[in-house]
């Protein structure tokens, strides 16, 4: 929607209707994701991780570009606190030592959370939402402490902060 920039994606499964949202809250300086259905049993598995080159596009002046090519290191975590979610992906370049990377902050109403490697499974929840940050050209030692707390911070739905997203739009 142009006028909100809000993304909204309905589908069915069988008997089961999902919506999907997704904004960029310029109030709050974070993504907002979230994941309902008609049935209180989402299940599913949240993660972080580098995006695939298309290598058939994928071109620089020397030639074609594959993930083996570029200097970046990256390192992905996943942890549960107080019933919630966290989620990191770090890119180190190889290079300098540069650091970029992204936080996400899950919360799952009334669901059971696990941790399976670089990823947190979601089981009968309610609904999905995924708070996400980023930063680039700071260390992930400072950058990550001050991510979690400003996505800690965050205390309303995303129904509110996507009223307040909607009237800045």
């Known amino acids: 929607d142009l006028d909100t920039g809000v993304v909204t994606v309905r589908w069915n499964e069988g008997d089961v209707a999902w919506k999907r949202e997704c904004f960029v809250s310029r109030d709050n300086d974070v993504v907002s994701l979230e994941v309902?259905?008609?049935v209180?049993?989402?299940r599913c598995s949240v993660g972080l991780q580098r995006h695939p080159i298309d290598?058939?596009?994928a071109h620089s002046k020397s030639g074609t570009i594959k993930?083996?090519?570029?200097?970046i290191r990256f390192e992905g975590t996943a942890e549960i606190h107080d019933g919630e979610g966290w989620l990191t992906l770090v890119g180190t370049y190889e290079t300098n030592g540069?650091?970029?990377g992204i936080m996400g902050r899950l919360i799952a109403?009334?669901?059971?959370?696990s941790k399976v490697s670089t990823a947190i499974d979601v089981e009968s929840s309610t609904s999905v939402r995924v708070l996400l940050g980023v930063f680039?050209?700071?260390p992930a030692e400072i950058a990550l402490p001050s991510l979690r707390e400003k996505l800690g911070s965050i205390k309303f739905s995303h129904e509110i902060m996507k009223q307040?997203?909607?009237e800045l739009h």
Request: charged share 25%; hydrophobic share 25%.
């Open 136 to 138: 680039a050209n700071q």
């Open 67 to 71: 993930w083996n090519d570029i200097p």
């Open 36 to 38: 309902t259905s008609t």
């Open 164 to 166: 307040r997203h909607a």
């Open 55 to 57: 290598e058939e596009r």
């Open 98 to 100: 540069d650091q970029f």
């Open 40 to 42: 209180e049993n989402v």
């Open 109 to 113: 109403p009334g669901g059971t959370l």
